[in-house]
Each structure stands twice: as structure tokens, then as C-alpha cells.
């Protein structure tokens, strides 16, 4: 999370903050939520900046504005930069965190940020891909004294929502453009495409950098439904975690998420004592241990 | 598999091998893992390459934590040192000739040690290692396999009748 480093005088007035995210639907790179805020007073202003959906907009014009931006003295902006590493890890934990969960904690991680830092905010303008007025009303309780608007397409109905748009966008690339990969195989390129599973470049990447055993680099976010239709001939790996999630399905709770567990996995499901030993039939100090006996190999 | 040599369920291991002129080479240290899961695959892999440990800063029952990623999973771990007096092998059979199917191979050659380690890295999906996991606890049977195995003596048969007796 970066943020600008001193306090100007404006932001002990009322202030309003609009909230915005970028990389949401790719398949690989990071997912940025960004902020911008300003005095109340400031909006007329800012709406004569000319900040539109990012998404309208062309590379350099977004690149031209943030440093505009950046370069004006009456608005604040952060950002929060979501590894995929995180992303996937959050999706497929034995208790598992869906994205908007994640996208929720991203957006009231940055009102916090911006609070703490002495800014006055009074309204906040959020997007939102999921059900607005539920969203809202997790805010609100979490900031009492904060008016939020929570909308869909925020971005291209409050110019503060558009000017956010920008910063997430406009990081988001930039991250994804100087990524540095974790991997050190041979053969490896940097040609990402936009990370959108339909993206032909996308495609390509995915496909030049599979791995039977290792399924992707970290770049890509193993939680997508898009990874399963490449990881059909990839290597079998069934997971203990996920051994006890399934018995615990059979107790009721219908609310499971997508088959994640079995991402890549089309065989059919394995006894637990090929996953791991049991020790079963033998005392409790061995079965505490999962100490089974094996003469034989 | 059926022991054509030797007792029914015993398996031969041959411990003098010769580790040739660089013994490091074969020295698994810090490359041993142990992964909360199967991989259904038994081959070489480009492992460094892909799989990166990195230390975490945080220490939990005196562990250092490290984190790695695997098929988009968060694993936590630990290196530990394999007790005192125990060493890690990494068995294999005796390659007699080319041909990999031949059963005869499989069934008469004793197992050989292919290469050793003294320290193993285990990792837990999704929660901080511990010395509860049952990992660190499958060492306790060192322990009391160690007393079990110890030879009774005349003074530990005297003691241990003498506590009895009091008991009664």
C-alpha cells in the first residue's frame, strides 16, 4: 500500500473518496484497489479533469491523467496491490475466502489507511460487482460516521469513482508490466497479454507456461475456473486439507464453493490411506502419529 | 511384491554405498520436503526452479517459519533436524543393466542408498508449523521405541519390584 507522505491542509475539511478496483476478471497478475479523495469543495473541480471510466479510456491517456494526478496538490490516492499469490491461496485455504470477501477487505483496508492518516472523510463512493446494498451496510457498520454510496458502474457515474478507476488501472498494469517472476525455468517470457482469460496472448502465455507438476508460475491465479481446462493433462495432486473438507461436506452444510479442491483432478476421488498413512488397527501413540507399520516397499 | 530372498516382508538394505569422489553431491540437505499432499507423479522435477521456500520472520515454538506456494496453495513449514544419531536416506534399487521392467531386478536386488540427509522440511496447508503437528510428533517413538529396547538390568528389575510392592 503506498500512500502520499504529508497531510495538506484541505484534508481536515470534509472530504469525500471515491473507491475503485483493477484486475479483477484475469486469470494472472495482481488485483489493485485504488482511492482518490479531495475536499468536498474540490468536486466541481475534479469533475472538469475529465476523469472517465478507465476502461474507455486508452493506455496513454490513463497514464497521462494519474500523473496529472499524482501532480495536483488538491488529491490524495493509494493503492492496494493484491498478490495473486494471495488471491489463490485466500480461495483455496481449508476455510475459504471468496473474492468479494477479499475485495471488501482490499476497499476497507484503504478506508482505514486513509482515516488514520488525518483525513476527514465523509462520503465514500464505491463500485461494486456484487449487491450494492449489502456491501453498504458492511461499511457503514465498520465506519459509522462515513456516508457511503455503494453502485454499480460508480466508475462511470462519480468522477471521484473514475479518478480511483484510473489509479487501480494504471497500477495494476504497471505491477503486471514489471512483474518480477518467481520462476526460474528455462524458456520463460514475459508476453502476458491483458491477463483476461479470453485474451489470445493470455492463451499463449498460459500454455507456454504450464507445468505437469507445478501447474503455472505464482503469477497466475490457480483459484480461476479458467486454470481447470489446462490442467487436464497435468499430474494428480490430492490435498489432506481437502480429505477432511469433504468429510465434513457429508455432515450438511451445502454451502460449498466452486469444486476448487479439485482443480486439475479428474480421476475419481482417492481413500485417505493413499494420501497419507493411517495407522489404522494399531494403538492411539500410533494412530495419534499416523505411524503406520511397512516392511514391505 | 514377492521376497524370493529372505523372509517374507523383510527388505535388504544396502548401507555401503560408495558416495564416490563428492560426497555433497549426494548430500539431500535443505532439499528434502515433505508436502501436505500426493503428487501422483515419481520423476525428476525441476524443483528449485519452481518450488522457492522463503523465510518468514516468525517464530513459533521455536521454529522459523518459512512459506512457500504450491498449485496456488500457502504452505507453511519448518526445517528440522533429524535427531541425534538418525539419518534420512533416500533408498533406490541397484540398476543391474538397462532394462527398467525386469521384475527379476525388482525382486533380487537389495535396496541401496542412493543419497542421505540430516535435515527435512515439512510443510502444513494453510496453518503455522508446531510442535503439536503430527510430523514433529512421530519422533516421540524414537524415544520410547529407545526405552523399550534398552536391556533390563539386575538393579532396574530390583527397583521397579521395589515400587511395585509399595504400591500393593
Known amino acids: 500500500m503506498s500512500l502520499q507522505d504529508s497531510l495538506p491542509k484541505w484534508a481536515s475539511k470534509p472530504c469525500v473518496m471515491g473507491i475503485d478496483e483493477a484486475g479483477r476478471g484475469p486469470v494472472l497478475g495482481p488485483m489493485v484497489y485504488g482511492c482518490l479523495y479531495c475536499a468536498s469543495s474540490y468536486l466541481k473541480e475534479l469533475s472538469s479533469l475529465n476523469f472517465a471510466d478507465s476502461k474507455t479510456l486508452k493506455e496513454e491517456k490513463r497514464e497521462e491523467l494519474f500523473e496529472d494526478l499524482k501532480a495536483n496538490e488538491s488529491i490524495g490516492w493509494a493503492v492496494d496491490v493484491i498478490d495473486p499469490r494471495e488471491l489463490s491461496s485466500k480461495m483455496l485455504n481449508k476455510v475459504k475466502i471468496n473474492l468479494n470477501e477479499i475485495s471488501h477487505g482490499s476497499a476497507m483496508g484503504l478506508v482505514t489507511k486513509v482515516l488514520s492518516m488525518g483525513v476527514l472523510l465523509t462520503e465514500v463512493y464505491v463500485d461494486t460487482v456484487g449487491d450494492p446494498e449489502k456491501y453498504r451496510i458492511k461499511l457503514s457498520e465498520k465506519f459509522p460516521n462515513i456516508k457511503f454510496v455503494v453502485a454499480k458502474k460508480a466508475d462511470s457515474l462519480y468522477p471521484v469513482v473514475s479518478g480511483a478507476s484510473i489509479v487501480a488501472k494504471v497500477t495494476r498494469d504497471r505491477a503486471l508490466r514489471e512483474w518480477a517472476l518467481e520462476e526460474t525455468a528455462e524458456n520463460m517470457h514475459r508476453n502476458f497479454g491483458s491477463g483476461y482469460p479470453g485474451d489470445p496472448t493470455t492463451k499463449c502465455w498460459l500454455e507456454d507456461h504450464k507445468h505437469s507438476v507445478f501447474g503455472f508460475p505464482t503469477l497466475v491465479r490457480f483459484s480461476w475456473g479458467t486454470c481447470t481446462s489446462y490442467f487436464k493433462d497435468v499430474v494428480e495432486v490430492s490435498w489432506e486439507s481437502d480429505k477432511v473438507d469433504e468429510d465434513g461436506a457429508t455432515g450438511g452444510s451445502g454451502k460449498k464453493q466452486l469444486r476448487l479442491s479439485n482443480v486439475g483432478i479428474t480421476t475419481s476421488k482417492r481413500k485417505s490411506e493413499e494420501i497419507e498413512s493411517n495407522a489404522k488397527g494399531r494403538c492411539k501413540f500410533f494412530q495419534a502419529r499416523k505411524l503406520e507399520q511397512l516392511s514391505r516397499f | ?168
Open chain 2, 1 to 168: 511384491m514377492n521376497a524370493q530372498n529372505g523372509r517374507k516382508g523383510e527388505a535388504t538394505v544396502d548401507f555401503d554405498f560408495d558416495f564416490g569422489s563428492d560426497p555433497k553431491a549426494l548430500d539431500l540437505s535443505g532439499k528434502i520436503h515433505q508436502l501436505p499432499c500426493t503428487i501422483k507423479f515419481d520423476g525428476p522435477c525441476p524443483v528449485s526452479h519452481y518450488f522457492k521456500p522463503k523465510s518468514t520472520g516468525i517464530e513459533v515454538d521455536g521454529l522459523n517459519v518459512e512459506e512457500a506456494y504450491f498449485r496456488g496453495r500457502k504452505l507453511q513449514g519448518a526445517t528440522i533436524s533429524l535427531p541425534e544419531g538418525y539419518s534420512g536416506y533416500v533408498l533406490g534399487k541397484k540398476s543391474l543393466g538397462k532394462s527398467k521392467s525386469s521384475d527379476q531386478c525388482d525382486d533380487s536386488s537389495p535396496w541401496q542408498v542412493k543419497a542421505k540427509f540430516d535435515n527435512i522440511t515439512y510443510w502444513n496447508h494453510d496453518t503455522l508449523p508446531s510442535q503439536d503437528d503430527t510430523f514433529q510428533r512421530t519422533f516421540h517413538w524414537l524415544t520410547v521405541a529407545q526405552a523399550l529396547h534398552k536391556p533390563v538390568t539386575a538393579e532396574d528389575l530390583a527397583s521397579a519390584s521395589a515400587a511395585l510392592n509399595n504400591l500393593s
